[in-house]
């Protein structure tokens, strides 16, 4: 599978970290948004393998295994890496560079103002016993994104104060290196001599997609994630366990903020089978366990395509697709890192980076 982006269309990235495969969130937060624009867009995938070492540092094989799967469910839900540049974080070295200097930009306490730094010590109960490479990892972010000078970044909800972030550090390095002015407009900034655009966020249809445990956000690591390898009994065990808080089947239920209805809003195509389950819900003629029935048929339904051509992508598909992504990334991201190190005096000598056989 070898791939041939075109340059000349405008540059998008974005990734997600090898802590799990990936779930019905991140199909509705970011897959989505991924595949209506891969044939617009010069499209940079990343896994973040390094990232994963935030909470995994001791079980590396695990970020291995689910560096491979990640790819997997890309392919699976129709990201074409023949259309796409699919590519490893850890074996591009300018991203790592990159951090280094955006780390000088960018102050402690702004960095600890990062509300999603903050939800993450929090959800993950990390305490105080996060290592300095914990508060590395969103700078380290700033610079996977920049490293590629994208327009556009599709993300979910949670991601936004990251982006925030990344706007900030290339209007401050842009002004501190390349002479661009405080008063110049975002979108300016590299016909102002700028390294680095000021990149858009892109926020999903379902911005944040809640857990099954029916509070937190869906996440990969705190066990409340239908899989999108997840077989079908999988699948409808999960719904049946899907918490509502109601006592009883015949009591009115409550529609608003209900998990399961999220799930159907989401996902179930028959806006009218969605309406009429609602109205018997709160009627309470249903209980929760129809609600959660339907919802498994319809999940189901949705995830089989993506089940049949996950079983077609083999592990040698996946290291040949990530090499070949890689290769490019790294001819993307040496480009940048020069401009970058030219601008602010550190341009000495010239490189590429390639792979040996
Ligand atoms: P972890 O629990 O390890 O942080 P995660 O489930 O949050 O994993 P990430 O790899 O951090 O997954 O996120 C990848 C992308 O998917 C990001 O753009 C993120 O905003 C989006 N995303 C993740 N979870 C959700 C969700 N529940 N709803 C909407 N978007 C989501
Ligand atoms: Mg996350």
């Given at each position: 599978m070898s791939a041939h982006p075109s340059p000349a269309r405008p540059r998008l990235l974005t990734g997600d970290t090898p802590t799990g495969s990936l779930h019905l969130g991140h199909f509705v937060g970011s897959l989505e948004n991924r595949l209506q624009l891969q044939d617009e867009y010069d499209c940079y995938f990343l896994i973040a393998n390094l990232h994963a070492l935030t909470t995994r540092s001791q079980e590396t094989a695990d970020i291995r295994r689910d560096t491979l799967e990640i790819v997997k469910d890309w392919v699976s839900v129709g990201l074409d890496p023949r259309k796409a540049t699919f590519f490893l974080q850890s074996e591009v070295p300018a991203i790592a560079e990159l951090t280094w200097y955006f780390a000088m930009l960018l102050g402690y306490g702004r960095l600890m103002k990062n509300p999603t730094i903050k939800d993450e010590i929090r959800v993950k109960n990390l305490g105080d016993n996060y290592s300095f490479g914990f508060l590395m990892y969103p700078v380290g972010q700033v610079a996977d994104i920049l490293a590629f000078r994208p327009k556009v970044v599709p993300v979910g909800e949670d991601q936004v104060p990251h982006i925030e972030m990344t706007r900030e550090l290339a209007r401050r390095f842009n002004q501190v290196y390349c002479g661009v002015t405080g008063k110049t407009d975002d979108a300016d900034h590299e016909t102002a001599g700028g390294v680095f655009p000021v990149p858009e966020v892109k926020v999903g249809r379902v911005a944040r997609l809640t857990g099954t445990d029916g509070k937190n956000k869906m996440s990969k690591s705190l066990g409340n994630a239908i899989f999108l390898s997840d077989d079908p009994k999988t699948v409808q065990k999960k719904c049946n366990k899907?918490?509502?808080?109601?006592?009883?089947?015949t009591d009115p239920g409550v529609v608003e903020g209900n998990v399961l209805f999220e799930y159907h809003d989401a996902f179930n195509p028959d806006a009218q089978r969605v309406t009429q389950l609602k109205e018997q819900y709160q009627s309470g003629s249903i209980g929760d366990g129809q609600v959660k029935k339907e919802l498994a048929e319809v999940l189901n339904a949705m995830l089989s395509p993506i089940r049949e051509k996950r079983a077609q992508v083999s592990d040698s598909d996946v290291l040949a697709v990530l090499r070949d992504g890689t290769q490019r990334a790294n001819d993307q991201a040496e480009k940048t890192l020069a401009m970058a190190k030219k601008a602010c005096d550190f341009g000495f000598f010239h490189r590429t980076v390639a792979f040996k056989d």
């Amino acid at each position: 599978m070898s791939a041939h982006p075109s340059p000349a269309r405008p540059r998008l990235l974005t990734g997600d970290t090898p802590t799990g495969s990936l779930h019905l969130g991140h199909f509705v937060g970011s897959l989505e948004n991924r595949l209506q624009l891969q044939d617009e867009y010069d499209c940079y995938f990343l896994i973040a393998n390094l990232h994963a070492l935030t909470t995994r540092s001791q079980e590396t094989a695990d970020i291995r295994r689910d560096t491979l799967e990640i790819v997997k469910d890309w392919v699976s839900v129709g990201l074409d890496p023949r259309k796409a540049t699919f590519f490893l974080q850890s074996e591009v070295p300018a991203i790592a560079e990159l951090t280094w200097y955006f780390a000088m930009l960018l102050g402690y306490g702004r960095l600890m103002k990062n509300p999603t730094i903050k939800d993450e010590i929090r959800v993950k109960n990390l305490g105080d016993n996060y290592s300095f490479g914990f508060l590395m990892y969103p700078v380290g972010q700033v610079a996977d994104i920049l490293a590629f000078r994208p327009k556009v970044v599709p993300v979910g909800e949670d991601q936004v104060p990251h982006i925030e972030m990344t706007r900030e550090l290339a209007r401050r390095f842009n002004q501190v290196y390349c002479g661009v002015t405080g008063k110049t407009d975002d979108a300016d900034h590299e016909t102002a001599g700028g390294v680095f655009p000021v990149p858009e966020v892109k926020v999903g249809r379902v911005a944040r997609l809640t857990g099954t445990d029916g509070k937190n956000k869906m996440s990969k690591s705190l066990g409340n994630a239908i899989f999108l390898s997840d077989d079908p009994k999988t699948v409808q065990k999960k719904c049946n366990k899907i918490f509502t808080g109601r006592q009883s089947a015949t009591d009115p239920g409550v529609v608003e903020g209900n998990v399961l209805f999220e799930y159907h809003d989401a996902f179930n195509p028959d806006a009218q089978r969605v309406t009429q389950l609602k109205e018997q819900y709160q009627s309470g003629s249903i209980g929760d366990g129809q609600v959660k029935k339907e919802l498994a048929e319809v999940l189901n339904a949705m995830l089989s395509p993506i089940r049949e051509k996950r079983a077609q992508v083999s592990d040698s598909d996946v290291l040949a697709v990530l090499r070949d992504g890689t290769q490019r990334a790294n001819d993307q991201a040496e480009k940048t890192l020069a401009m970058a190190k030219k601008a602010c005096d550190f341009g000495f000598f010239h490189r590429t980076v390639a792979f040996k056989d």
